[in-house]
């Protein structure tokens, strides 16, 4: 079953408040990272799953792109999307990617922030994905870093009797599937892949690495958020960007 | 500095035992994944770097290999692999990578099992590496996984009051460099390095991931040594298979 949990309405405004603070890890850590593998967007067509209220997808109108359409399962999200983000070529859907008809190579850019990890059948994802692709094409996307979804919802941080972090705990690495956590509401679902598997289903289906990010916090981000000095003893985010195409030699 | 730590002798004696028990990590987890991503052998041109004792670099030419040398730094190792594995085509040195000539674009197969983490300057290795395979040339390597290697020499299983083991401990991975553990003797020295440098370090320098493992153990492994059943949790090793070519498309 697909979850929509950003129309749970409890659960959007907490995340809504989250996101309209500035010093938050998607604006210091996450988005950073993943705007210095962006392609050129000049010309080109774009998708982006799990765009949210749209602000990605109206950057790449912004930067030239042909067409850009914007999914996300959650009505709350679209609803914002189609009323704060007017263009011409500037499309958005309430869809699941999996429902969504995708022609055949034709997508320059799939791009994707921190969604991934709520799609249960990532194997069909990817294929999909490469499928829609044109040759050529980038496919750049965000998650949680294998070594947090681990565990999640078990132990994470482990202190000492005087509340210092002693470690980060990481277990279950090998079980993949099904995580349950309580994060803004209780029984937020979202699933685990392990590493190799993420990177062996691009690898299969035709999309080549081309970076790895592990993002770690600059001395700004720091200073307006000290908490992310954690980043340097376990990353929160992993961030890669593939190319669909064939290795040569 | 080169460690040379198999040229301690107490070490040295210590491994032997080890590795003369036929349950241990390497014969029951790490080789048989390795084995499962090796090329074709037939008529290459083949370099293992780390060879230890020679078994692998004698295994290809039994594959039908056309000339395989074996590099290692252990005088120990060596003595014993020119000892036990006399062939036409096989050739065995005493040098680190790092100070060895290796003619430029002609090796077919570069292997290594576990002794990356063991040389200090991982950029130069992989670029050194890069020159010397031909086009369409492939390194396969195994090494201890970030997850393992981050914070080794310092809190690894935490168990409780009972001894049962809680989780996996997991700090400063964003830190890389030099660690120092105690296994078999003192101050044994690696290198830490994350997922996300191997990874770059490899496409940098046109070398495209083709093949990565985190191994499981199998039913009969497990049987044969029940401590397995940890890399469940956390896995030890990390394998690549890379070529040396480009993404075309």
């Not at 999996?98 to 791009?111: A, H, K, L, R, Y």
């Not at 309580?182 to 062996?200: A, E």
């Not at 916090?217 to 064939?246: Q, V």
Request: glycine letters at 6%; charged letters at 20%; one cysteine or more.
């Amino acid at each position: 079953m697909k979850q929509n949990i950003y129309d749970n309405n409890t659960f959007f405004s907490k995340y809504q408040e989250i996101r309209a603070r500035e010093n938050n890890y998607n604006n210091l850590l996450e988005q950073p990272n993943f705007f210095t593998l962006l392609p050129t967007l000049k010309n080109k067509t774009v998708l982006d799953i799990g765009c949210g209220v749209g602000d990605f997808a109206a950057y790449c109108i912004s930067q030239g792109a042909k067409n850009v359409t914007g999914i996300d399962i959650s009505s709350n999200m679209i609803t914002k999307a189609k009323k704060h983000h007017i263009h011409q070529g500037l499309y958005f859907e309430q869809v699941a990617f999996e429902d969504m008809e995708v022609p055949n190579g034709t997508i320059d850019f799939i791009s994707s922030s921190l969604a991934f990890h709520y799609i249960a059948d990532f194997q069909l994802l990817i294929k999909n994905i490469s499928t829609a692709l044109c040759e050529g094409g980038i496919l750049l996307f965000s998650l949680e870093h294998p070594i947090v979804t681990a565990n999640k919802g078990k132990e994470s941080w482990v202190t000492n009797e005087e509340g210092n972090l002693l470690h980060f705990a990481i277990d279950n690495y090998q079980n993949e599937g099904l995580r349950t956590q309580n994060w803004l509401v209780d029984n937020v679902i979202m699933y685990h892949r392990t590493l190799s598997t993420i990177l062996n289903t691009l690898i299969e289906n035709g999309l080549q690495i081309e970076k790895v990010i592990e993002p770690i916090p600059t001395e700004e981000a720091l200073y307006s958020l000290p908490s992310l000095s954690k980043e340097f003893r376990r990353p929160t985010f992993l961030i890669i960007r593939a190319k669909k195409g064939y290795i040569n030699s």
